[in-house]
């Protein structure tokens, strides 16, 4: 079961930086298990373009297309099991602690 | 067929329904994944025994047969969809085991325990959470639920079917935590069950599945005898739920603690309660809020209340749980241990951080500690400034004789 791993900012991190586990660590573990197919950080949001067509015609905007406080800075593709493999993946992650994560699972057309 | 035949039929559906129910539903969705045809197949088998059984009589072994019923739905939906034979052929399974006397039993048991930890997986929303458990392990009609929870039947249905869907496409998985994670989860499992108690209420006050809750409890009590905090929990529900038949008055007036007939509390429930709360080592939240309960239980009269250890025990649960409401029963608690004026500072303590403000249950505590020490006038308008702030009848009246008792 593959799960995108949205990596985000949130404005209340937990504080207790000490705790933090470390991000290389995480990346090394998870892909020697197989659980971590790719990953990446990404641009600051300042660097995102919005792409839209209306009526056949191109709509461009600058930045991202949500205006939150949360924002999307880097994703993991994981293979998990089971959403709660995908959840202990998702707890050792450096960004858990500083920010959050969202699990989003592939859609299975299958079922 | 008499109506007689009839009615003994129902009740032996019913009854066979309470325990085999759940295992049902359980092992149907172990093996095919869907809940709604899991739950579709066990509803059919127990209107197929509201059917048949008044005619045939009550076969020897009810469960086996509701077994075999439900499972033979399943297997037709499924050779009508091709599934694999992989699953047609564990269904088979399943109609051997369920068609001897003796199941495998402990295969059964982890089927209950695996649902149980789904409906309660910490990714589903809270209200899910509880309605599922409701709907797929206690077999509650989507009707009555939506009624207790204040939503539209459809709008339950909707929720329920978010839920299952999201076990779906999440892949929230249908299995028991082991070690450390069985730990970790379990509290999640036992809040659920303590908002079925709690929670849900009927119109009338009465915790619409209370009944529910407890023998569910007692379930995953003996599903996970070495967890004490479920011992505890079980503790606390049948210390709060002796209480029961005492609770109102003939004008279904809420009869408060100190003047109900104690002779109409369940005895059998508070010596179960209290033997299970004997020898916990390490107790946890639910063992000190069951102590609590049991400190009420067992006193012979509301003034030979041991307020003294009642106050102890909210001095632990205020350390391990502390929140709000929790400050102000330890107010309470040491208002009738150590006096009002010792009662009032807690209370002041409680209340500095803003989160009892307005709220009726702090209000009326004030209002019991003033009149307690004398200041009648000001103790009857806190009463009625608590009753104006209270949604429910029975409780609101109980508020206003207060304030006119002075």
């Known amino acids: 079961m593959k799960y995108m791993m949205f990596v985000c900012t949130d404005p209340e991190p937990d504080s207790d930086h000490a705790n933090h586990p470390d991000v290389e660590v995480w990346v090394t573990e998870n892909d020697a298990a197989g659980r971590r197919l ?7 949001a300042s660097a995102a373009t919005t792409v839209r067509v209306r009526n056949g015609q191109l709509l461009l905007s600058d930045g991202p297309f949500a205006e939150v406080k949360e924002m999307i800075v880097g994703f993991d593709l994981l293979e998990c099991a089971d959403l709660d493999e995908a959840i202990e993946v998702a707890r050792a992650h450096p960004m858990a602690w500083a920010g959050r994560i969202e699990l989003r699972p592939f859609a299975d057309f299958e079922q | 067929m008499t109506d007689p035949d009839r009615a003994a039929a129902a009740d032996a559906v019913a009854a066979t329904a309470v325990d085999a129910y759940p295992k049902i539903v359980a092992a149907l969705i172990r093996i095919t994944g869907d809940w709604t045809l899991a739950e579709d197949s066990a509803q059919e088998a127990l209107l197929r025994a509201l ?53 495998a039993w402990e295969e059964v048991t982890d089927d209950r325990l695996r649902l149980i930890f789904t409906c309660c997986h910490p990714a589903l929303p809270i209200e899910a959470r509880v309605a599922l458990t409701l709907r797929t392990i206690c077999a509650v009609p989507t009707a009555d639920i939506a009624r207790v929870f204040l939503v539209t039947e459809s709008t339950m249905t909707r929720r329920l079917t978010r839920a299952k869907a999201k076990i779906a496409a999440a892949r929230i998985p249908y299995r ?14 036992l809040a659920v069950l303590y908002l079925l108690f709690t929670q849900g209420y009927d119109a009338d006050g009465e ?20 967890q004490p905090e479920a011992s505890a929990l079980l503790a606390l529900l049948l210390l709060q739920h002796s209480r029961h038949a005492a609770r109102r008055d003939d004008n279904d007036d809420l009869v408060p603690l100190d003047r109900q007939d104690r002779s109409r ?15 916990s080592p390490q107790p946890g939240p639910y063992a000190w809020q069951a102590r609590i309960a049991a400190c009420h239980a067992t006193a012979p009269s509301a003034e030979e209340t041991d307020w003294r250890r009642i106050a102890d025990c909210y001095d632990q649960l205020a350390r391990l749980q502390p929140s709000p409401v929790v400050a102000l029963n330890r107010a309470v608690a040491y208002g009738y241990a150590y006096g009002p004026a010792v009662g ?7 209340s500095s951080g803003g989160a009892l403000d307005g ?26 400034a608590a009753a104006a702030r209270t ?6 009246r109980a508020l206003l004789d207060r304030a006119a008792a002075r």
Do not use: H
């Not at chain 2, 009508?80 to 699953?87: G, L, T």
């Not at chain 2, 028991?176 to 499992?189: C, I, Y």
């Not at chain 2, 004030?366 to 009463?383: K, P």
């Open chain 2, 265 to 279: 509390w369940d005895r059998d429930a508070i010596a179960e309660g209290v033997r299970l709360l004997a020898g």
């Open chain 2, 391 to 396: 949604p429910g009848d029975a409780e609101r």
């Open chain 2, 207 to 226: 915790p619409a599945f209370a009944d529910e809750a407890i023998r569910l409890t007692r379930l995953l009590v003996r599903l996970v005898p070495e």
């Open chain 1, 38 to 44: 790719q990953g990446a950080q990404l641009a600051p």
């Open chain 2, 51 to 103: 059917d048949r059984w008044p005619a045939d009589g009550v076969p020897a072994n009810p469960a086996g047969w509701l077994m075999t019923v439900a499972r033979n739905r399943v297997l037709d939906v499924l050779r009508r969809a091709s599934v694999e034979r992989r699953k047609l052929r564990e269904l088979a399974v399943l109609a051997v085991t369920a068609a001897t006397a003796e199941p």
């Open chain 2, 176 to 189: 028991v935590p082991q070690g450390p994670a069985l730990t970790e989860r379990l509290p999640g499992v």
């Open chain 2, 344 to 350: 009032l500072t807690r209370l002041a303590e409680a």
């Open chain 2, 359 to 384: 709220y009726p249950l702090a209000l009326a505590v004030e209002a019991d500690l003033l009149a307690r020490q004398g200041n009648g006038e000001r103790a009857a308008e806190l009463f009625r």
